[in-house]
């Protein structure tokens, strides 16, 4: 976890950046024996613990292990006169917990010389190819949230060489998330519950994130494509990024209470481990202006009713907009706080506090003498 920025928004909403990336490739060693069976190791760094087997924050090394990556794999002879684009393609990679390894079938061996550039990504899904050599052509984010993929992808080249037998020559793939990740929480200004002369109860009803205050414009690209060749943190992943859309990313009931961020026993209305966002890396953090009218935009849209102690009901919706920069890798969350209380206050201090003094009127015609010689009295 590297850095924390905040947003407010209006009934205040805050937004909070967590880096959440993986560790750089390892790569390779150099060695390798003629005739040996091609095997692959698989890790993946820093990333979080699913929840009961659930799809949770994303991919992990549990669920890679259990869904498995896909592997393609060019063979490049030593003097070039030989080559295989298609060495490995799209080869499902699974993890054997009986064999406590990587397997796949059928096997492949290493050739006597020359190179292998490999590629993988995972979850594997079954008929991914390949364009313009390592490209994945149009990734698609989904619009149901439950069925997105946290995308991982890395590479690896291996020289091969004939003085390590096969047990010491592993392909050793270290995965990185191709998407960023959101979250949210939702917290309360204070408690408004426990006072049972002014009890208010609050009920989120729906957060929307869209590309403009009345959500009729999309904000998230809808696909992409991704090069496979590209190394972690660096430009170039993700390209021809098309389509804009907006998610309802809560809705249903859930009631609202008061969190003490101090209180690390309860804990706030938040995301369920399935209801994660994972978006195509997109920039929102650019100002809109007459001589840059195509920037993308983004709001976080809220819908919360109180409930007062009197039986009356209040449904507010409040939005904000989001500038910011998702990167690859990353997690972020946005941290979204409501209830505005109206409060009152009158100074009562020094002279004239809280009540205007009372002035004569300007023209000089304050006092109003009756019974002078000059506005005797009427008999």
């Given at each position: 976890?590297?850095?924390?920025?905040f947003i407010g928004i209006a009934a205040m909403a805050a937004l909070t950046l967590v880096s959440c990336s993986s560790d750089d490739l390892d790569s390779l060693s150099d060695n390798s024996s003629k005739n040996e069976a091609i095997s692959f190791d698989g890790y993946l760094g820093r990333s979080t613990v699913a929840v009961n087997g659930s799809r949770g924050g994303g991919e992990t090394a549990n669920t890679l292990q259990t869904k498995g990556f896909g592997v393609f794999g060019k063979y490049t002879s030593t003097d070039g006169q030989t080559s295989d684009a298609n060495f490995?393609?799209?080869?499902?990679?699974?993890?054997?917990?009986?064999e406590s390894k990587w397997t796949y079938s059928p096997l492949k061996f290493?050739?006597?010389?020359?190179?292998?550039?490999?590629?993988?990504?995972?979850?594997?899904v079954n008929g991914t190819e390949l364009t313009d050599g390592s490209k994945i052509n149009n990734f698609a984010v989904s619009k149901v949230i439950t069925d997105q993929k946290d995308l991982l992808w890395t590479n690896a080249t291996s020289q091969i060489t004939a003085d390590v037998?096969?047990?010491?020559k592993k392909v050793n793939f270290q995965f990185h998330h191709a998407l960023s990740r959101l979250g949210y929480t939702v917290n309360l200004t204070g408690d408004y519950s426990s006072n049972q002369e002014n009890k208010a109860t609050f009920t989120l009803k729906k957060i929307t994130l869209a590309g403009s205050p009345d959500e009729t414009k999309g904000a998230f690209y809808t696909s992409g494509t991704i090069d496979l060749s590209k190394q972690?943190?660096?430009?170039?992943?993700?390209?021809?990024?098309t389509g804009q859309q907006k998610f309802d990313w809560s809705s249903g009931d859930k009631l609202v209470t008061y969190v003490d961020p101090k209180d690390q026993t309860k804990k706030t209305v938040s995301n369920s481990p399935s209801d994660y966002l994972f978006v195509i890396p997109q920039d929102f953090s650019q100002t809109k202006t007459e001589e840059n009218p195509n920037v993308d935009e983004l709001y976080v849209i809220v819908e919360?009713?109180?409930?007062?102690q009197d039986g009356k009901e209040q449904t507010n919706k409040v939005y904000k907009q989001i500038k910011r920069h998702f990167?690859?890798?990353?997690?972020?969350?946005?941290?979204?706080?409501?209830?505005l209380p109206i409060e009152f206050d009158v100074d009562v201090t020094g002279v004239g506090a809280g009540v205007d003094g009372w002035d004569a009127p300007e023209d000089g015609t304050g006092d109003i003498n009756i019974g002078s010689n000059d506005n005797p009295w009427d008999r």
């Open positions: 976890m590297d850095k924390k920025f490995f393609k799209n080869q499902k990679v699974t993890y054997s917990t009986t290493w050739p006597s010389d020359g190179h292998i550039d490999f590629l993988a990504y995972a979850p594997y037998t096969s047990s010491k972690n943190n660096k430009e170039g992943l993700w390209s021809n990024q919360y009713t109180i409930h007062y990167l690859q890798g990353k997690a972020y969350n946005l941290n979204l706080t409501l209830g």
